[in-house]
Structures are given as C-alpha cells and as structure tokens.
C-alpha cells in the first residue's frame, strides 16, 4: 500500500439489487436538491430481523440513563446539531475540514439506518431511533460529484477521526463506532482502533464488497464477479481492515429479499466475519432529508444495521462492558459461534434473542455454554431415571388371575376323587 497519507479506502455499497417494489427514491441518487418525498415502501430488514419487537423490549425494560451515542465515520451526515431533522445528530468533527454541507449520500444513509427517526405515518427507518448520531466526517466527494463506486478516504483521515472518538467517546456517551469502509492494513488505523477500544466503545466495520470493475481499491486481489470460478477460494480477512483487527465486530450481508446474482458475486469470502444481516429493500434518508431506499446488499449496510441493534443492546444493558454487548450480540446469532463461515461468522443477528436471552456474560465476554451442579471439588453424574413402564398395571393384574386360576384349579384336582367316591 502507498504511504499512510494517501492510503485510500473503499466505499461498501453494493450493486445486487433489492426487489422491485422497494426501488422508489434510491438514496444513491438523491441529491440536496432531489423533491418527491419520502420512500413509500416498508423497510424489509428491519421486518425481517423483527426490530420493532426489540425496540418494544427496550421501551418496556431499559433502565432510564443517558442516550447511547453512535460515533457514524463516513463522508457526513445530513441535518443540523442538535435539530429536528429526520437524523438525530449530537455532535460533529469534521476531519476533512470542509464547511459546506455533506456532497455524497453514504454517511447520511448509514446515519439513518441506526438512528434514523420514524416517517410521516409511523412508518419505521433507524434500528435504534432513540440513539444519538455523532458525526464524523472523514472523506466526501467532489462537489462536481464524482462515480459512487469510486468514493475513496485516506487512511490517515479515518486514523484521525477514530482518535478523536477515542478522545471523546466519555463526553458523548459513544458506545459504537461505526466504520462502513474498507482499506488495506495501515499502522495508524490499527492504533487508532485500538485506543478506541480502550475507551469501551464496540468497533464494527464491514467485511467487503466484491469488485466491481479494475477501479475498485481491491481489484487486484479479488476476482471480480464474471470473473469467478469454483470452487471460489478466497479469504479477506488479511486484506479488508478495520474488519481485520481483533476486537472489531466484523459484519457480512445476506442476501435475504435481493433479486438478481448470488450472494457470492456481490460480497468476499472473509473468515473475520462474526455475524451477518440482510440488507436488501432497507429505508434510510437521503441528502434531502427525505426517506429513500438503500436498495442492494452491501456490507456497509449490514454494518449499519448491526451497529444499530448494538445501540439497543447498549440502551438494555447499560452496566455491561462493551465485550459483554459484544457477546450477547455473536452468542445469540443463528449459527455456531464455535464453527463460523466465512460468509455469515456465528450467523444472522437474532436482535430479539440478542435483548432477552439470560445469558451471563462475564466482564471480558466470556459465555459459558453448559451449566452442572457441582459437588465438591467434582462434578458428579446421576444415573437417569428408568422409563416409565406402561404396562406394569397390566402385568400385575395378569400375575393375579394367574394365581387365582391356577389355584382354582388346584382345588378342583383335589376334591375330585372326593366327590366322585361311591358310598
């Protein structure tokens, strides 16, 4: 990779495309000045994985306390501080030092699928509506706008914002950091990642998108989706970074409600992926303020809808440490925590599951998986208990009348030479 000031990163959103009723006012292609009002169709993965119930679990359980913020590194999100726009944003630091409103619909898109405030008519958008959106800005297009696909930020900018999370995550209550970018193995980023866990705030970061043409940051190291062949080996793991680092929740997308490829010629085999959501069809909002759809499966997306269920779980769980938030999320997930895939990790997020579970996470994470009584020093095994026997009423009587014919019988042999002697 070239030198850390021009280390340039991916942009993950994905070209599989979502059904075709949920295809009205694509966030992609809304602009400031974009009129037609919000999306009309029903976000499908916040359906899907059931989120209003767990919203419902929150509303109902989470102890009173201060509003879980979500640090979002992107290219900006829309809306003012601290105003009544459709994303509730707390607080910004612009790294790119522009002072002009947001040109590019990614960070806003994110924004609104973790935070994202209901429609007109109730109709549903952010997973943790009541979270709080710190704004990070790390990249952003051209203003004459350039290709989507090509949208690109330095490592040394991420480095810089994810610094300045670290360095304020106590004053705005960051839990979450969500990074939905994708760069090579850089240094700066590593440690700044790291002093971001040291502040107790949960990293999730997306596993890669697969390439789409020879412009794509990654083209050379990963075959392009014509250009697949089987069986496909392959593992991002030690390419795509933050997802690479320890401690960082990695997250796939599925394809769940998507029309069109497969699932493996949008998305990288990664073996660093802990868990996976669909993302098809989901409604976030747009440069314009108005609600729009983000269309395809993309791994940015999943990451944004997981950073948004970690919120909840962060509103729930208000005394947990950040590894504990982490282990309730994997260890309730559909899959095997201990035999992941590289395309789904220990599975699809369960947010309901996730929230009530009794499970008993210890401080670093740890979940035990069985639970025995103890004796001593030594756990003792018990015999089971015999198997019902349902004929054993049946058996008793038929011992009885045994008994009793065969002493009738007895009887009748013996009296016989009585009652037949002659006198």
């Excluded at 952003?140 to 360095?167: F, N, P």
């Excluded at 009584?373 to 058996?395: F, I, V």
């Amino acid at each position: 990779m070239a030198a850390l000031g021009i280390a340039a990163c991916a942009v993950l959103s994905g070209p599989l495309a979502g059904p075709a009723f949920a295809t009205d006012n694509v966030c992609e292609g809304v602009e400031q000045t974009t009129t037609g009002g919000d999306a009309a169709a029903a976000s499908l993965p916040f359906d899907a994985l059931g989120i209003r119930r767990a919203q419902e679990v929150v509303d109902r359980y989470a102890p009173a306390g201060r509003p879980v913020g979500v640090a979002v590194l992107d290219s900006g999100v829309y809306g003012d501080v601290r105003g009544d726009g459709p994303i509730p944003i707390v607080a910004r630091h612009d790294v790119t030092k522009d002072p002009d409103p947001p040109h590019y619909y990614h960070g806003t898109a994110v924004a609104g699928l973790i935070a994202g405030r209901d429609r007109s008519r109730a109709k549903p958008v952010g997973f943790a509506p009541d979270a709080q959106i710190i704004d990070v800005r790390v990249y952003d297009t051209d203003k004459d706008g350039v290709d989507e696909d090509s949208a690109a930020v330095s490592a040394d900018a991420l480095a810089q914002g994810l610094e300045w999370v670290a360095r304020n995550a106590e004053t705005y209550n960051i839990k979450v950091a969500n990074v939905s970018l994708a760069l090579h193995d850089v240094a700066a980023v590593e440690r700044a990642v790291r002093h971001v866990r040291k502040a107790h705030v949960i990293v999730v970061a997306s596993t890669g998108n697969r390439p789409v043409d020879d412009s794509d940051e990654f083209a050379g190291e990963f075959a392009a989706a014509d250009e697949i062949k089987s069986p496909l080996v392959e593992d991002a793991a030690t390419h795509i970074f933050p997802a690479g680092y320890d401690d960082v929740i990695a997250v796939n997308s599925t394809d769940g409600g998507a029309e069109g490829s497969s699932l493996i010629g949008v998305v990288l085999k990664n073996s660093q992926t802990d868990v996976a959501v669909p993302t098809a069809g989901a409604i976030s909002y747009g440069l314009n303020g108005d609600a729009c759809t983000v269309g395809g499966v993309a791994t940015s997306w999943a990451a944004a809808e997981v950073s948004g269920i970690l919120a909840l779980l962060c509103e729930r769980y208000p005394d947990d440490t950040a590894q504990q938030i982490m282990a309730r999320l994997v260890d309730t997930a559909n899959g095997l925590t201990d035999d992941p895939t590289p395309l789904t990790g220990a599975g699809v997020v369960q947010p309901y599951e996730a929230l009530t579970r009794p499970l008993d996470p210890k401080r670093n994470g740890d979940v035990e998986q069985a639970t025995t009584q103890e004796s001593g020093d030594e756990t003792k095994a018990t015999a089971p208990d015999p198997d019902p026997d349902l004929l054993a009423s049946a058996r008793d009587d038929a011992v009885w009348w045994g008994l009793i014919g065969g002493g009738t019988l007895l009887v009748a042999l013996l009296l016989r030479p009585v009652l037949t002697r002659r006198p």
